[in-house]
């Protein structure tokens, strides 16, 4: 998308030639693009251009990447043969280096790695807490197991105890009605004749 500058008829080196000059220090490239891509009441000249500085602000606070990296960023690769915000005369193997035929490249690499150890990070960070997770579910396993037999061993007292109880009220009162009684071997003997 178009991001029309308020430049006017100045050109991008000779603002930033302007800019060291008032601030002793010569501004990068989206330092440039953000005062060149404002207006003088302090409005984005579009809503892309809005959308793209607040971008930028958003990762400044992260810290996550400087200036440059961020500018390659938003604005993606640059084109063969010049350099956004820099001027007519630099050309990406005169403003990066000549080992590099884009910084969008180094940049987008140098990105890139960042992100696969931030991801290298979290993997381990994920593993531990598997680790962690598997030896918890081998101790609940183990509690389950010990309540379990404790289960086991509190029926077996517990059907002692009805045992004994039965027994103890059948001695001092005879027969319970709804207890198991033995059947005696008159009554067997005359159920079958």
Not at 54 to 77: C, M, V
Not at 126 to 134: A, D, H, I, M
Not at 150 to 177: N, W, Y
């Amino acid at each position: 998308m178009k991001t029309p500058h308020t430049c006017g008829r100045m050109s991008f080196a000779r603002w930033r030639a302007i800019r060291a000059q008032q601030t002793g220090k010569e501004p990068d490239r989206l330092e440039t693009f953000e005062n060149t891509h404002t207006r003088k009441n302090g409005t984005y000249v579009n809503e892309y251009t809005a959308t793209l500085i607040e971008k930028a602000h958003t990762l400044r606070q992260e810290g996550s990447a400087d200036n440059e990296q961020i500018f390659q960023k938003l604005l993606g690769p640059e084109h063969p043969g010049r350099v956004r915000c820099a001027g007519l005369g630099p050309t990406p193997s005169t403003y990066f280096g000549p080992s590099s035929s884009s910084a969008s490249t180094s940049s987008t690499t140098t990105l890139c790695s960042n992100e696969v150890v931030a991801l290298g990070i979290e993997v381990v960070e994920l593993r531990s807490e598997v680790v962690e997770l598997k030896s918890e579910v081998v101790e609940l396993k183990t509690e389950v197991g010990r309540l379990g037999s404790g289960m086991e061993q509190l029926q077996m007292e517990v059907d002692t105890l009805k045992a004994f109880i039965l027994q103890h009220l059948c001695r001092e009162k005879g027969p319970i009605e709804g207890s198991f009684r033995a059947p005696s071997s008159s009554s067997q003997s005359a159920t079958r004749g």
